[in-house]
């Protein structure tokens, strides 16, 4: 659905008009494409906390953002090379704040940003990387605690389609493929996110060690997408197989055209299943005798009423297909071995599900339960099965989903965020390309919200 303020905006007079009445100003936010696949302009790369263990500046350079032009104004006590002008903003700041443990040196955070803050680029991207809170330091875990805060503040004010997430991190290799995802126009709905990025890769387990092709990461690679005809699924089935996957797209058996469809368009299979069947995960491993790499739960469905009028079958269909169904598939899934080593698991939240929405107990109950699943079975699967486990939880995405919601209500969920416009289907499956990338075997346990830094929840 077509969002008509986020098109008046963008006309002179619309943007005159709606900064005389203090509306909100929604700015075109650049999105990946195959003709501009990077961020344009500089990186610029600080320090703040003192000399730090991390091995950045090479896994930076590989991000392929040109480092700051030498030469340019420097401005900022801190250590790092910040401080340009205005109309040489760069696109990308990372600030390493991992070496941060006390209050003073906290301040060299502001230092390091504050005089560049204003010149970074429309549509640009600020990561603050943070080491794990210190459960022996209680001073540490304050001030890195305190990042968490800091970058959700700069997030609500920093306007301009810009973008700022916290990497909490203790190898910079292991970071890579989330450094680059978020350094790229590929993340341009995820913001105000912290982000875990572990170590315990399991070794003997294919996952980010060995080459990975840049252009097609996923190729000879299976992928499942549940609910994959339409919406969200759709996307994500498209940006998989534009990272090389052979993507199978699996919905209801009345979206069978539909399925049939995408699958022929993206060179992959259709298969036409009730997610919520009792033995469809068996069914699943019949149908892919070789096994499974990449598997997306992505099907779900709403049921809205608010509590004192939901009958028992609407609180039971939801729960059914957003949840069971997960936890069944999942389970038969990884006990038939047929998730690969390597392999990664998505599943899909919701903010509702982290934040409560009123009219929605049973689906905030069923998403908020997929999270759970993500966090307990992680550490499990990655040790047992070398599969990762994680999350997306999409905000307002234009979808069919969203516009069924009553014109009012939309219209707000749309403008609550700190990027003033809904998502993109799109932004959902790049969040899932980045989980599902073979170099991503570091991140697991993780739930990301894909909510342009929505006001709801934290
Ligand atoms: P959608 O309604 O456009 O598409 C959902 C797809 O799942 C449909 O193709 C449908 O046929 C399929 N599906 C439903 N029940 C199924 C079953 N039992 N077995 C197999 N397939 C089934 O929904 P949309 O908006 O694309 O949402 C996708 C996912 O994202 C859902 O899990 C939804 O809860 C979640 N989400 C969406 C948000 C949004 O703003 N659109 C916000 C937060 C989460």
């Not at 001030?143 to 503040?153: K, N, T």
């Not at 998502?423 to 342009?452: I, K, M, Y």
Request: glycine share 12%; hydrophobic share 45%.
């Amino acid at each position: 659905m077509a969002d008509r303020y986020l098109s008046f905006t963008a006309t002179a007079p619309g943007r005159l008009l709606t900064r005389r009445l203090g509306l909100p100003q929604p700015a075109a936010l650049s999105r990946w494409t195959a003709e501009r696949p990077a961020l344009e302009g500089h990186l610029t790369h600080l320090t703040a906390g003192g000399p730090t263990a991390l091995d950045l500046a090479p896994v930076l350079a590989r991000t392929g953002l040109p480092a700051e032009p030498t030469g340019s104004a420097r401005s900022t006590g801190a250590k790092g090379s910040g401080g340009t002008t205005a109309s040489s903003g760069p696109a990308a700041v990372v600030l390493d704040a991992t070496g941060v443990r006390d209050v003073d040196a906290l301040a060299e955070v502001h230092a390091a940003l504050h005089p560049v803050v204003r010149s970074v680029a429309a549509s640009g991207r600020i990561v603050v990387l943070g080491a794990p809170l210190d459960a022996r330091d209680h001073h540490q875990a304050a001030v890195q605690q305190a990042l968490e805060g800091f970058v959700r503040s700069l997030g609500k004010e920093i306007g301009r389609g810009r973008t700022v997430n916290l990497v909490r991190l203790t190898d910079a290799s292991a970071a890579e493929s989330t450094l680059r995802f978020l350094l790229s126009p590929k993340s341009a709905y995820v913001s105000g996110q912290v982000i875990g990025v572990g170590t315990e890769e399991v070794a003997g387990f294919p996952g980010s060690d060995g080459p990975v092709d840049r252009a097609l990461p996923l190729a000879g690679r299976t992928a499942l997408v549940t609910g994959g005809a339409r919406g969200i699924g759709e996307a994500v089935a498209e940006t998989l197989a534009r990272d090389g996957a052979h993507v199978v797209v699996l919905d209801v058996p009345q979206a069978e055209e539909d399925a049939r469809r995408v699958a022929a368009r993206l060179g992959g299979s259709a298969l036409t299943l009730d997610i919520t069947a009792a033995d469809a995960g068996e069914r699943i491993a019949a149908e892919l005798p070789d096994g499974l790499d990449v598997l997306i739960h992505n099907a779900g469905i709403t049921r809205d009423r608010r509590l004192v009028n939901m009958p028992a079958d609407r609180w039971s269909t939801v729960l059914d297909v957003n949840l069971a169904s997960v936890l069944r598939t999942t389970d038969a899934l990884l006990a038939k071995g047929a998730l690969r080593a390597g392999g990664r698991i998505v599943a899909t939240a919701s903010i509702a599900g982290l934040a409560g929405n009123a009219g929605q107990t049973n689906y905030g109950a069923s998403k908020a339960g997929v999270a759970g699943l993500v966090r307990s079975l992680a550490p499990r699967a990655l040790a047992e099965h070398g599969v990762t486990v994680n999350a997306v939880a999409p905000g307002f995405i234009e979808t069919r989903m969203t516009a069924a919601v009553p014109l009012f209500i939309r219209e707000a969920g749309r403008r609550m965020n700190s990027l003033a416009q809904g998502g993109l289907p799109v932004d959902v499956a790049e969040t899932t390309a980045w989980l599902a990338h073979p170099a991503s075997g570091a991140v697991n346990g993780q739930v990301v919200r894909v909510c342009g830094q929505s006001l709801l929840g934290a």
